[in-house]
């Protein structure tokens, strides 16, 4: 008889299966919390001035008390454990889930602390796999010291070099400071956005239909505060999370984020992750020479609705030599001051009759260059070894100006463009673009000019050549 109770059929004792953990037993509070939360803004001031504050106390009080129980339950069938290289996940009482989450297909273990969490010392693990375009299995919540075990535990069973923990002392991994975000920069670059700006027009404009109306009543000036701090909703979550903003390079090559305020996380990016990086120029930033750079991660989702899929920032706000040298440091051996681009022909003005001159593309000596916008003006780079599909897209006002244009698809979900070339510098960019692609993990390709010949003398096998211009009639 094996350990287990169960006969050996082999011969040899059955493998000892580690028993199941449950979550922290202050999970169902912090759950409970947040919907609580959501419940009490969905009932709205309306709500409360039509039942009054007593009944609307007591509603949210059965709500408060019918929320925590369920969490309760939904705790209680909830447990975790590891049996040989998978976690396996089980929850639910009337509907029944088990998951068992291969840990080869693991990309990253991230460990956060929402505010709360904070509060009562714990913490939540988000595991992110390949192909999952969220979170696979948050396991909320731990206590700090137990999520950050469990983390190594899982990298370490998934053949990753467990990161440096940074949970117990909510700072940045140890190894070579690259940025720190001053926090002064950050509030002024989210007061100059279009919210905050026109934020005071909203105010006098709503202010002056009251004083011609005569009516001030609790309810309008509720649900106007309310309206307004809708309004500016986006850019304080943007303070929220990017507060204290630093980044690090660790382990010779990895880079680790650190960030947040109301919300703490730690992160851990290997290069060979970053699928794209996006340079980003907004209008009222030009001013103060501001830019903003994110990277596209290949098995990373954005936390929650509304944030950018598969994305994360790599500098929220910094002035061009900050830039360059991230830049370096996500996709080594790119210098950005040495980027060149070239714009479309001047017949696809009609296309883009006010920003043409915005547009252009150009194949660096690593990474596919595109730019674009007139107001707010964006700048992709991504590395031949990241793409994984090139396409020629030509459209019907293209056609008949003979004209196409050119997508390097990702693992990150975006895609680089040189928007509206000939179509025979088209076919011949994307022909140079499947060459690098194919070859970029060999070696560093020399520059060439968009629709110029690979200058190193290396040429795609005739049999290979698949970008082809198409016969003209």
Not at 180 to 186: A, F, K, Q, T, W
């Amino acid at each position: 008889m094996s350990d287990t109770g169960h006969p050996a059929t082999s011969g040899r004792p059955a493998p000892e299966v580690e028993p199941r953990r449950r979550l922290h037993p202050l999970s169902p509070l912090l759950k409970g919390a947040k919907s609580i939360a959501v419940i009490v803004a969905a009932l709205s001031w309306q709500t409360l001035g039509q039942v009054g504050a007593t009944d609307f106390a007591l509603i949210v009080l059965a709500l408060a008390v019918g929320v925590v129980i369920f969490s309760a339950v939904g705790w209680w069938n909830t447990g975790y454990h590891v049996v040989a290289r998978e976690l396996r996940i089980t929850e639910g009482l009337v509907w029944r889930r088990n998951r068992a989450i291969p840990l080869d297909r693991l990309q990253a273990v991230e460990l956060r602390r929402p505010l709360l969490a904070q509060i009562s010392g714990l913490a939540e693990l988000r595991l992110e796999v390949v192909g999952g375009n969220k979170a696979e299995a948050p396991l909320a919540y731990l206590t700090v010291r137990d999520a950050a075990t469990l983390r190594e535990r899982l990298l370490a069973l998934s053949g990753r070099a467990a990161p440096v923990d940074t949970a117990t002392t909510d700072e940045p991994a140890g190894g070579a400071p690259l940025y720190r975000v001053r926090n002064h920069d950050l509030l002024i670059s989210q007061l100059l956005t279009p919210q905050a700006i026109f934020l005071p027009l909203g105010v006098a404009w709503v202010s002056a239909q009251f004083l011609l109306e005569g009516s001030w009543t609790f309810i309008g000036i509720a649900s106007t505060m309310t309206a307004m701090a809708g309004v500016l909703l986006q850019p304080i979550r943007r303070v929220l999370r990017d507060w204290d903003f630093q980044l690090a390079r660790e382990g010779g090559d990895r880079l680790v984020l650190h960030y947040g305020l109301t919300e703490t996380r730690s992160q851990v990016v290997p290069p060979n992750r970053v699928q794209a990086v996006r340079l980003t120029w907004p209008f009222l930033w030009r001013a103060k020479r501001w830019m903003s750079l994110r990277m596209d991660i290949a098995g990373l989702s954005g936390p929650d609705p509304g944030d950018d899929k598969s994305s994360d920032r790599l500098m929220p706000v910094g002035d061009l030599p900050t830039a360059r040298a991230l830049v370096a440091a996500a996709l080594p051996g790119v210098d950005l001051a040495t980027l060149a681009t070239s714009p479309p022909p001047p017949r696809a003005r009609l296309l883009h009759p006010f920003g043409l001159r915005f547009l252009g593309a150009g194949l660096a000596a690593d990474v596919f260059v595109s730019r674009s916008g007139r107001i707010t003006r964006e700048t992709s780079l991504i590395p031949y070894a990241r793409m994984q599909s090139v396409r020629v897209v030509q459209g019907p006002v293209q056609r008949r100006l003979g004209l196409a244009t050119v997508y390097a698809d990702t693992a990150g979900g975006h895609a680089g463009a040189a928007r509206d070339r000939p179509l025979a510098e088209a076919y011949a960019i994307a022909d140079q673009l499947a060459l690098r692609a194919r070859r970029a993990r060999r070696g560093p390709l020399a520059p060439v000019s968009v629709a110029g010949p690979v200058t190193d003398g290396s040429e795609a096998p005739v049999d290979e050549t698949f970008w082809q211009p198409p016969e003209q009639p």
